[in-house]
């Protein structure tokens, strides 16, 4: 996510537009300041956006699932796998390439639900254990 962020930026900068008046005095010297996103900015800033939806739920299922005793071979299947597949997914939308993006995505779902499933099943675990 963070590189999307400083991704966005530079092709703003690369568009020469902003929709800051201060931004074109100072930061992207000489930029047409418009109320209008330009399509590589607006590509970006959905692959940003897309990668936000989906990161960030799996974060909390992520570290709910380490404090519920994660092992750690399962761990970096689901959350390595999930990283590796989030960052396939941003690269194939950046550059337009369809099926991979779709597939990515799929995969990273797959992968939410996993650790779904693995939350659940620990903290059932953890409730009869509580109760019985």
């Known amino acids: 996510m963070l590189g999307l962020w400083a991704y966005s930026g530079a092709v703003r900068n690369k568009s ?3 929709p800051n008046t201060e931004d074109a005095a100072r930061i992207v010297k000489g930029a047409t300041v418009t109320g209008d996103t330009p399509a590589a ?3 970006v800033l959905r692959a ?3 990668a936000t939806a989906n990161i960030f739920p799996f974060l909390v299922l992520a ?3 380490v404090l519920l005793g994660a092992t ?3 761990a970096w299947i689901l959350i390595g796998g999930f990283t590796a597949v989030r960052f396939l997914h941003s690269f194939f939308y950046l550059k337009e390439i369809q099926p991979w993006r779709s597939i990515s995505f799929g ?3 797959l992968l939410t ?3 779904l499933v693995q ?3 620990a903290a059932i675990v953890r409730l009869l254990m509580l109760m019985g």
Request: proline share 4%; no cysteine.
């Open 113 to 115: 639900l996993g650790v």
């Open 41 to 43: 900015v607006a590509r």
């Open 72 to 74: 750690p071979k399962m």
């Open 16 to 18: 020469k537009t902003t």
């Open 107 to 109: 995969v990273g779902g």
């Open 48 to 50: 940003h956006l897309n």
């Open 63 to 65: 570290l709910l699932y």
């Open 119 to 121: 939350v659940t099943r």
